[in-house]
């Protein structure tokens, strides 16, 4: 392989992205887009929270009848209820319009359940006539009660957790934060660099360019420079990206916003917990490269049959849906790692990079598994890569035309009978 010809066609291909308009819009859209989304949400979470302690302070006027004996009518009273003597009528004045709220309570409220009869305020605030309900029992039942330990259990415990491994202290999500990178990495690369990578072997055909191209360059120079090239792009994408991430990282309060998960992850990390696991982290840097390689290859071969982008569609979707199917499996996965599905999924080539990633950051998996996964996800890599470039050279003049099953096979081939091919 020319170094100089790499180097030539690395640095085309670098340049001749970095000077698309385009390139620069889509690139710097997806943070502009991530900003607004996550600045929209943390100001209708603040709206709502503040709509939420308006309402609360609204006095509620509601009517209840009570065959269980529970509601203490002092409680009931603070709450803004008065005691109905007949409950159809009751809830008649509410359908009427005469009354907001009626809280009817059989006599086990437990097995029959409590019925609200309430006026309409909408689909988000309409759930405040059941916390009034709620909040008339449980008030109810506390103030029966004479142990003060007994009802400061039902008002609310917090429970703090010690978890050890090994005879050390575990982190728990602390440990999983930086293996859990790569596969967020993974999702970059094949969201901003999957039609890029499909484009590879597709637009030189399409352009009526490669024999003229394969006359100075060999297949192999060609498509492992466009692959370097598009992983360069790739890292300018990644960190203009990092951007919005390291500010929203900054912002207090936006960790909640993302889901329980998250927020114990960075609980974690601003307790001094965040360990890091030196050989996880390094398993999946190992599997986020042979995964990208293995991703790339298919992308390759799939262009080099292929006469046109738009014909190419079609089969890269297929293969996207193949990679991220687990995670429509994960918690099964997570929580039968040992299951057979779990094992099909984890050993097979399209679904092993997120499966391995993920199972990787929990932990769920051995590094003596974890590295013959590797090992599985390297070779195939190398044969996929392998193998575009011989589809690439097989089919760069069949311009209007897919490879054959035919074809296909004669360039799997070609490797025995040309070893310098």
Partial sequence: MNAHNIGTVIAFEVRRTLAKPSFWIATLSVPLLMALLFGLSFFSGASAAQSSLESDAEPVTFTYTDASGIVDPSVAAGLGGTAAADPEAAAAAVREGRSALHIDIPADPVAEGVHVVGED??????????????????????????????????????????????????????????????????FMAVVMLGQQMLNITVEEKENRVTEMILTTVHPSTLIIGKVIGVVLVG????????????????????????????????????????????????????????SFVLFAGILVAIGAVMPSAKDAGSAFGSVIIAMFLPLYALPLVLQTPESVFSRVLTYFPLTAPVTMLTRNAVGSIELWQAGLVLAVIVLCAVLALSLGVRLFREGSIAYDQRLSWKDIVRATRSKATNPAA
């Fill in 235 to 290: 890292i300018v994408q990644g960190l203009v990206l990092l951007v919005p991430l390291l500010a929203m990282a900054l912002v207090p309060g936006l960790t909640s916003l993302v889901g329980a998960p998250a927020a114990e992850m960075a609980d974690a990390a601003a307790a001094g917990q965040a360990a890091v696991d030196l050989p996880r982290v390094l398993m999946g840097a190992a599997l986020f490269l042979a």
């Fill in 121 to 186: 305020l909408g689909l988000m605030e309409s759930g405040r006539w059941t916390s009034v309900a709620r909040a008339l029992l449980t008030q109810s039942a506390v103030a029966r009660i004479d142990e003060p330990r007994l009802t400061s259990v039902l008002d609310g415990f917090t429970v703090t957790s010690e978890l050890w491994a090994g005879g050390a202290p575990a982190p728990g999500w602390g440990a999983a934060i930086a293996p859990a990178l790569f596969l967020v990495l993974l």
